[in-house]
């Protein structure tokens, strides 16, 4: 392949904690299954960006039924950038090596426009990419096609010639339905090794 596409969360920067989800659900006083259903389902539109988070909040509010103030709303807000902070100082290490090796690499991500300003304020090696497509800004979320289409846009490169890596099986065949390779992150370990592969080996 010519580029490496990366997924954020789950690959670069680690899923929320126990202890992070915990907090987020004493922030709402809404616990268990309900709360993240809410979250969850009304997610989408945070992340690519058609709505900010005080919108967001608010509209999983409704859905719960119950309200939550302006205070409120801003430690949610704060309790939800906390919860997706955690970077895998491994594969930032890893990235950063790629780059240095002349590597063309991408950040794909699923990203609302708080959590990002927050990434991009504290998290240096996001400089080290060549495409930043994160979906708050570039109106697609993945699965979504347009998502993936962005990004190959913004390589100059036809699908083929990229390697798309998300800890995700349904956002991984999504971008190979639209001719990208694709590796379903599970370590770095396995990840090596798909990087060497030609790009018309089967994955």
Not at 113 to 132: D, I, K, N, P
Request: glycine share 10%; hydrophobic share 40%; proline share 6%.
């Amino acid at each position: 392949m010519t580029a490496v596409l990366f997924d954020l969360f789950g690959v670069i920067a680690r899923h929320q904690s126990p202890a992070a989800r915990d907090r987020l659900e004493r922030t709402a006083g809404v616990p268990g299954d309900a709360f993240w259903e809410s979250y969850w389902g009304l997610r989408q539109p945070y992340d690519r960006g058609d709505r900010n988070g005080p919108q967001y909040w608010r509209q999983v509010a409704g859905a719960l039924g119950v309200c939550f103030d302006e205070e409120r709303v801003g430690e949610l807000i704060a309790a939800d950038v906390a919860s997706w902070s955690r970077v895998d100082g491994e594969m930032v290490e890893f990235v950063g090596s790629l780059a240095d090796r002349g590597a063309t690499i991408g950040l794909l991500s699923n990203i609302p426009r708080e959590l990002a300003a927050h990434y991009e304020a504290h998290q240096e090696w996001l400089e080290r990419f060549s495409v930043l497509g994160f979906s708050c800004r570039i109106g697609h979320a993945k699965p979504e096609p347009g998502a993936y289409t962005w990004c190959g846009t913004a390589f100059g490169l036809p699908p083929e010639r990229i390697l798309f890596v998300d800890d995700r099986e349904a956002n991984v065949r999504a971008a190979e339905a639209l001719g990208m390779r694709g590796h379903v992150f599970t370590s770095l370990a396995r990840l090596r090794p798909a990087l060497d592969r030609r790009p018309s080996a089967p994955d």
